[in-house]
């Protein structure tokens, strides 16, 4: 029979998390030491143990909860309910639950991490969210067009490639400087110049 999941302390489970995370980058899943996570971790093993039942549940759990602190935070806007006006506001509340959640959740950060560095087919779960953030974006740009809030004039492949590579651009920067608070000025003013570049003025 199933183990069933059981609740952790969310300071533990993010310290467990973690030390997954950056253990998963380095060595990758199968050569990754569940010892070390939980000595990382600074969790005692029959601790561990009680809540997962080996390295495989821990990696899907966890993947599990920061997709759905994602969620939480960040609710993309239905684009079919967006006209000229709402457009752009739109956007912009979008961008900043993102950075909303990197500072109130700084778990989901490791999240950021494994969708960056995690090369394509080492983990469904990243590779599913790649799909569907590239998917997401290419879909905000089509009706940015047909609202006329997005210029036309640049093949639409060649835009959605500009837009998505520069969002991820400024997200991986934002990891390198580990200060969202300081970075802020500059990641508004980037996405400024995206969007006047977007928009095509």
Same mark, same amino acid.
């Given at each position: @029979? ?10 533990? $489970? ?7 995370? $950056? ?21 005692? *093993? ?8 080996? *390295?495989? #549940?821990?990696?899907?759990?966890? @993947? ?20 000229? #006006? ?14 909303? @959640? ?43 067009? $047909? ?9 639409? #492949? ?23 608070? *300081?970075?802020?000025?500059? @990641? ?14």
């Amino acid at each position: @029979m199933a183990r069933k999941a059981q609740p952790m302390a969310a300071d533990r $489970e993010a310290r467990l998390f973690t030390a997954a995370a $950056e253990e998963f980058l380095r060595f990758g899943f199968e050569t990754a030491s569940l010892n070390r996570i939980i000595a990382a971790a600074e969790i005692p *093993k029959s601790s561990f143990y009680h809540y997962f039942t080996d *390295k495989q #549940e821990l990696h899907d759990r966890m @993947m599990t909860a920061l997709l759905s602190a994602v969620e939480d935070f960040v609710q993309p806007p239905q684009l079919d309910a967006l006209d000229r #006006e709402s457009y752009w506001p739109a956007i912009a509340t979008l961008l900043g639950d993102v950075t909303r @959640m990197a500072q109130e959740r700084p778990v989901t950060v490791e999240l950021a991490r494994l969708f960056h560095a995690l090369p394509d087919g080492v983990d469904s779960s990243v590779d599913e969210l790649r799909r569907s953030a590239r998917a997401w974006s290419d879909a905000a740009l089509r009706r940015g067009a $047909e609202l006329g809030a997005v210029r036309t004039d640049l093949q639409r #492949e060649l835009l959605a490639d500009i837009v998505f590579s520069v969002l991820l651009t400024l997200d991986r920067w934002a990891l390198r400087t580990g200060a969202a608070a *300081k970075a802020e000025p500059e @990641m508004q003013l980037a996405l400024r110049s995206l969007r006047r570049f977007v928009e095509g003025d």
